[in-house]
């Protein structure tokens, strides 16, 4: 039996950030990063709420890829303040931080249902619809992605004047993570026709907006589309989950400080061609594994089909690489320039294990030795 559950309610499209003057809500605490508050946009959320008469104070300590010391720190501040709800304002990071903040803090101190509204400032992640968390361990130098059902957010406010000021390098890396997210949850083993009929939407928006986002931050409309295709991919991996492009993309981020959209485009090319058991090398054949039937439609959808099955997924992969060079996006790991050969490779046994035991990765359409890895991560150099 399979069961396909939206829980977040989905506010959306021109002025939805009026959702806050009516929420449910009279206290609540905003968790955010330092860029919302010093840029001033927390105005945006704040306004809203005075005007609902609604209680509020912030937590703005939220970094990129949230480490467990600054979740306790959330701990300890939403145990003070008690609020009614939390609203999460940011990129994945703040997202996923306020997600584990009232998991971890209702652990500690069960003093009643709390809410989350998350309000991405990003369109990548997904984050607002999922009940995934990731959070790092920066001793470890692990990531460990939380899944429970009690992490998903009860509503999502999808403004996309909020992404208006997101840098092209953000922009690129983000948008390319959110085109993961959905080829990933339509060759998943967990694949299912909701999930995929939400992630071929989200691929075609990314085919025609992600480009334009990226060339012109100011393009309302591009940004609002791919707002859009950001939920609905977070909507179709909740389902289907992800693969191994995530498992090795957490080892990267978590190794080497890559930004997550950034590591999942570099490996994208790469795990396609695992996927597919086709290379520039290969030759057509009687039968295919099944994730290239899915890459076909994937690349149908992208207007790139053409000749036959081995000319498609590679025109598929010509079109990653393609993205990745139009939005300069290093297509290996020696082109960033950051890492040096020896300290990469030093690292490729102990990341080869921990992405196979990545809980993302048990749902890739084919299964991968720790060779197969070492080999990818290899090829990512
Ligand atoms: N929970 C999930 O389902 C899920 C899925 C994928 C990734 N993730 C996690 O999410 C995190 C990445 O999130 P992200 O890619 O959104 O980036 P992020 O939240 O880490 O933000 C990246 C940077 O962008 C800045 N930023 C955010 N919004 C901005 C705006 N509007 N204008 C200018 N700058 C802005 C932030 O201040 C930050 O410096 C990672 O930890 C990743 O592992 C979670
Ligand atoms: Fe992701």
Same mark, same amino acid.
């Given at each position: 039996?399979?069961?396909?559950?939206?829980?977040?309610?989905?506010?959306?499209?021109?002025?939805?950030?009026?959702?806050?003057?009516? #929420?449910?809500?009279?206290?609540?605490?905003?968790?955010?990063?330092?860029?919302?508050?010093?840029?001033?946009?927390?105005?945006?959320?704040?306004?809203?709420?005075?005007?609902?008469?609604?209680?509020?104070?912030?937590?703005?300590?939220?970094?990129?890829?949230?480490?467990?010391?600054?979740?306790?720190?959330?701990?300890?501040?939403?145990?003070?303040?008690?609020?009614?709800?939390?609203? *999460?304002?940011?990129?994945?990071?703040?997202?996923?931080?306020?997600?584990? /903040?009232?998991?971890? &803090?209702?652990?500690?101190?069960?003093?009643?249902?709390?809410?989350? #509204? &998350?309000?991405?400032?990003?369109?990548?992640?997904?984050?607002?619809?999922?009940?995934?968390?990731?959070?790092?361990?920066?001793?470890?130098?692990?990531?460990?992605?939380?899944?429970?059902?009690?992490?998903?957010?009860?509503?999502?406010?999808?403004?996309?004047?909020?992404?208006?000021?997101?840098?092209?390098?953000?922009?690129?890396?983000?948008?390319?993570?959110?085109?993961?997210? *959905? /080829?990933? *949850?339509?060759?998943?083993?967990?694949?299912?026709?909701?999930?995929?009929?939400?992630?071929?939407?989200?691929?075609?928006?990314?085919?025609?907006?992600?480009?334009?986002?990226?060339?012109?931050?100011?393009?309302?409309?591009?940004?609002?589309?791919?707002?859009?295709?950001?939920?609905?991919?977070?909507?179709?991996?909740?389902?289907?989950?992800?693969?191994?492009?995530?498992?090795?993309? @957490?080892?990267?981020?978590?190794?080497? @400080? #890559?930004?997550?959209?950034?590591?999942?485009?570099?490996?994208?090319?790469?795990?396609?061609?695992?996927?597919?058991? /086709?290379?520039?090398?290969?030759?057509?054949?009687?039968?295919?594994?099944?994730?290239?039937?899915?890459?076909?439609? #994937?690349?149908? /959808?992208?207007?790139?089909?053409?000749?036959?099955?081995?000319?498609?997924?590679?025109?598929?992969?010509?079109?990653?690489?393609?993205?990745?060079?139009?939005?300069?996006?290093?297509?290996?790991?020696?082109?960033?320039?950051?890492?040096?050969?020896?300290?990469?490779?030093?690292?490729?046994?102990?990341? &080869?294990?921990?992405?196979?035991?990545?809980?993302?990765?048990?749902?890739?359409?084919?299964?991968?030795?720790?060779?197969?890895?070492?080999?990818?991560?290899?090829?990512?150099?």
């Amino acid at each position: 039996m399979k069961k396909f559950e939206i829980k977040t309610k989905i506010y959306f499209g021109d002025q939805a950030l009026k959702r806050l003057t009516e #929420i449910p809500y009279k206290k609540v605490l905003i968790i955010t990063d330092p860029f919302v508050v010093q840029s001033g946009m927390i105005d945006m959320i704040t306004g809203p709420l005075k005007k609902g008469g609604v209680m509020f104070d912030i937590f703005q300590d939220v970094v990129p890829d949230p480490p467990i010391s600054k979740i306790s720190e959330g701990v300890r501040k939403m145990l003070s303040y008690r609020p009614e709800a939390i609203v *999460a304002v940011g990129g994945g990071s703040a997202i996923d931080s306020s997600k584990s /903040i009232r998991e971890f &803090a209702l652990k500690v101190e069960n003093y009643g249902e709390v809410g989350l #509204i &998350a309000i991405p400032t990003t369109s990548g992640t997904g984050s607002e619809v999922t009940s995934f968390a990731v959070v790092s361990d920066r001793e470890a130098e692990r990531k460990y992605p939380l899944v429970s059902p009690s992490l998903t957010p009860e509503e999502t406010i999808l403004d996309a004047e909020l992404v208006r000021s997101v840098p092209p390098a953000i922009t690129a890396d983000t948008g390319m993570d959110v085109l993961t997210h *959905a /080829i990933e *949850a339509c060759v998943s083993t967990e694949r299912n026709e909701f999930a995929t009929a939400l992630a071929e939407k989200s691929i075609e928006i990314c085919g025609v907006f992600l480009l334009r986002a990226y060339l012109d931050g100011n393009d309302t409309h591009a940004r609002q589309k791919m707002h859009v295709a950001s939920c609905l991919a977070g909507l179709a991996f909740n389902s289907a989950s992800l693969g191994l492009n995530h498992g090795m993309a @957490h080892q990267l981020g978590a190794m080497f @400080h #890559i930004p997550h959209g950034r590591a999942n485009a570099m490996l994208l090319p790469h795990v396609i061609e695992f996927n597919s058991d /086709i290379n520039k090398h290969s030759k057509s054949r009687k039968e295919y594994l099944p994730a290239v039937k899915k890459y076909s439609t #994937i690349a149908q /959808i992208l207007g790139l089909s053409s000749y036959n099955k081995i000319m498609t997924v590679r025109s598929l992969v010509n079109w990653v690489q393609f993205m990745l060079k139009e939005m300069d996006i290093p297509l290996s790991v020696s082109q960033m320039g950051t890492i040096t050969e020896e300290e990469y490779l030093s690292k490729l046994d102990v990341m &080869a294990d921990a992405a196979l035991a990545d809980g993302c990765t048990a749902t890739n359409p084919r299964k991968a030795t720790k060779a197969d890895v070492v080999q990818m991560y290899k090829n990512l150099w």
